[in-house]
T-cell receptor
Framework: DVKVTQSSRYLVKRTGEKVFLECVQD?????MFWYRQDPGLGLRLIYF???????EKGDIPEGYSVSREKKERFSLILESASTNQTSMYLC????????????FGPGTRLTVL | AQSVTQPDIHITVSEGASLELRCNYS??????LFWYVQSPGQGLQLLLK??????LVQGIKGFEAEFKRSQSSFNLRKPSVHWSDAAEYFC????????????????FGEGTQLTVNP
């Protein structure tokens, strides 16, 4: 079974803090994605990566950055957290061997006070 | 750019009744289409997907969906709903970047919350 894990299920941070959300997949997938989920808005793509050290902006990249130093790990960074970044963050991965299906982690619920 | 609309924010059905969740998409070519389910506190699980071929797609947990190009729709159906089907359902359209063989970018609908009455 494909497994995508996220470092924390719940996280509480203060405004202005630097926040790291970590995602690890164990299926040797080429592609990894970060989404945020808000009620009534569905999931919106923040950033994605097709390969190590590569990244592309999604639909809502402002206020976020990412890092992919190893194939299995994709980090989302909030340089200076703000209250409007309080949300559920979901990581996903996909690859040719999975028929390009995206497999999701359990999510991290981030609260910024 | 592609878009997805799920017209029903919330649907309530009785256990044993049939279910249809609506999904309309906008995209210039034939897209990849997905239905995901999210149980409370969980990540998303794939129910089924359409890439090409037969327009009626079978998925897990007894779900099926039909791709109708003329209506730009990909509605999800189940003949008899179980209480465990209560969850939020997301339709998504995937677009593959030219020259790539994987890594479709997904655009999700707003989601439909399903409540099942005993």
């Amino acid at each position: 079974d494909v497994k995508v894990t996220q470092s924390s299920r719940y996280l509480v941070k203060r405004t202005g803090e630097k926040v790291f959300l970590e995602c690890v997949q164990d299926m040797d997938h080429e592609n990894m994605f970060w989404y945020r989920q808000d009620p009534g808005l569905g999931l919106r793509l923040i950033y994605f990566s097709y390969d190590v050290k590569m990244k592309e902006k999604g639909d809502i990249p402002e206020g976020y950055s990412v890092s992919r130093e190893k194939k299995e790990r994709f980090s989302l960074i909030l340089e200076s957290a703000s209250t409007n970044q309080t949300s559920m963050y979901l990581c996903a991965s996909s690859g040719r061997q999975g028929g390009d299906t995206q497999y999701f982690g359990p999510g991290t619920r981030l609260t910024v006070l | 750019a592609q878009s997805v609309t799920q017209p029903d924010i919330h649907i309530t059905v009785s256990e044993g009744a049939s279910l249809e969740l609506r999904c309309n998409y906008s995209y210039g070519a034939t897209p990849y289409l997905f239905w995901y389910v999210q149980s409370p506190g969980q990540g998303l699980q794939l129910l089924l997907k359409y890439f090409s071929g037969d327009t009626l797609v079978q998925g897990i947990k007894g779900f099926e969906a039909e791709f109708k190009r003329s209506q730009s729709s990909f509605n999800l159906r189940k003949p008899s709903v179980h209480w465990s089907d209560a969850a939020e359902y997301f339709c998504a359209v995937g677009v593959l970047k030219k020259g790539r063989t994987s890594g479709s970018r997904l655009t999700f609908g707003e989601g439909t919350q399903l409540t099942v009455n005993p």
